[in-house]
């Protein structure tokens, strides 16, 4: 059988359709291939939320018509947004594309490559159908497991291409989403992270009386053998007292809470139909700290949003500095074709955007810096992943509030494995630190 290859560009949520994908041509029989180049079927699983990933898919297609003309690779396919996107059009665009398969189409995929080996080219791109279940994964990591809670999202902020590729918001069943957990603890897997483009929404689409997002924690909270739980991506709107109190007061959910602002100017938050003012936001963020005071708080946000001034961008500013989130991913603002936002006018100048974007960045650094600072000399869990990419004398791990930890390895601690760990010396990225005796 030819060997395949997955290139994954986005989210974690592609990263754990690529597990899918994976799985599903395993179990027809095809072996991944060591590496790209050796690979005979090759898939791309694409994102369209920002530009720059969508660029980065346009230069890969370049370079492997190269190995179709050279006879180097049989089946190319094209999945994920970008390929709901466009659709059938990228058939016509790219003739080395053997076929397009669409965000609720996973288990299509094995027909879709034995039918490219017989010469066929096709789109499958049905988001009427539901989203596929129960198809075998391929995890990345032998401890932790992403989980599907909820698919879609409902949404509609003006930026974003998410509700028109990925579907309104379609929750999973309760019983589905814990007997997939209860499999994963059986089978050695300690941690899981619920998966969703608006995670806390769970359960709303569900119906009157139907378990919501915190009834989800609690009931998984109790699965034996699982010690962490995440979850991401969380939305403001729908992130409330309730969900706050569970992940307090429940043992397996970990400190950390990812919660995009997008922007700190009221008027902005408007325009981008985010569902929140500045004042609601910071009350949000106070709260969780106030019920959770080791919490990680991250954040998204967009700097010259179309109308943006300077002085709403002062907003933002003033709301990093109010907040001081634990680390933020920043992006200058580009407009995604047939969203709302694309057509809003905006006449600050890119260059101008860039500068606002590195002074938050900058700033951004100095309180991250400064809040892993307060937390030198504790003793923190760390779950560890394995050997520290940047210095293999070193092993590397996650803490709770999921903020990277590198310590001396010793030949005692394997990857997966529980360690208390002494924090000596805050980096931006989390800590160094050494062995501790105890737990933490
Ligand atoms: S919440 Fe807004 S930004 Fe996030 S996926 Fe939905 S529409 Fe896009």
Request: hydrophobic share 40%.
């Amino acid at each position: 059988m030819r060997p395949f290859h997955i290139v994954t560009y986005g989210c974690q949520m592609n990263v754990h359709d690529s597990e899918g994908l994976s799985g599903l041509l395993r179990a027809e029989g095809y072996p991944p291939a060591e590496n790209e180049e050796e690979a005979r079927i090759v898939l791309l699983n694409t994102c369209a939320v920002r530009a720059r990933p969508e660029r980065k898919v346009v230069a890969k297609l370049g370079a492997l018509a190269t190995r179709r003309r050279a006879g180097t690779l049989d089946v190319l396919g094209i999945c994920g947004c970008m390929a709901q996107e466009h659709g059938e059009a990228l058939l016509g665009e790219y003739p080395q594309l053997d076929f397009v398969c669409g965000t609720g189409n996973l288990s299509a995929v094995p027909g879709l490559v034995r039918s490219a080996l017989e010469g066929d080219r096709r789109a499958v791109l049905d988001m009427a159908g539901d989203i596929d279940r129960g198809i075998p994964r391929a995890h990345g990591s032998r401890f932790r497991a992403y989980v599907d809670v909820i698919y879609g999202c409902t949404n509609f902020c003006t930026y974003c291409i998410v509700p028109r590729v990925r579907g309104p918001e379609r929750s999973r069943p309760m019983a589905e989403v814990l007997d997939e957990v209860r499999r994963l603890a059986d089978a050695g897997w300690v941690e899981v992270t619920f998966l969703g483009q608006n995670v806390n929404a769970y359960g709303k689409d569900l119906g009157p009386g139907a378990p919501r997002f915190p009834d989800l924690l609690e009931a998984v909270d109790a699965v034996e053998g699982l010690h962490r739980v995440r979850f991401t991506t969380s939305h403001p709107r729908d992130c409330d007292e309730a969900l706050l109190c569970a992940m307090a007061g429940l043992e397996s959910v970990c400190e950390h809470l990812h919660l995009p602002v997008q922007a700190g100017d009221d008027r902005i938050l408007r325009r981008m139909n985010r569902g929140y003012t500045y004042r609601e936001y910071l009350d949000l963020a106070l709260r969780a700290r106030e019920v959770m005071p080791a919490l990680s708080l991250t954040t998204d946000v967009i700097v010259g949003f179309p109308g943006e001034t300077r002085a709403m961008f002062e907003q933002t500013l003033r709301l990093f500095e109010e907040v001081r989130f634990d680390s933020a991913f920043s992006f200058v603002y580009v407009p995604r074709p047939g969203t709302t936002a694309a057509a809003m006018a905006d006449p600050t100048p890119r260059s101008e955007k860039v500068a606002w974007l590195n002074e938050l960045a900058r700033r951004q650094k100095e309180i991250s810096r400064e809040r892993n600072q307060e937390m030198v000399g504790q003793v923190v869990e760390v779950l560890v992943d394995g050997l520290s990419e940047g210095d293999p004398g070193n092993l590397a791990g996650r803490t709770r509030t999921n903020k990277l930890v590198v310590f001396p390895a010793d030949g005692s601690v394997r990857e997966g494995d529980f360690v208390p760990v002494r924090t000596t010396k805050a980096k931006l990225w989390g800590f160094e630190g050494v062995r501790a005796s105890g737990d933490a």
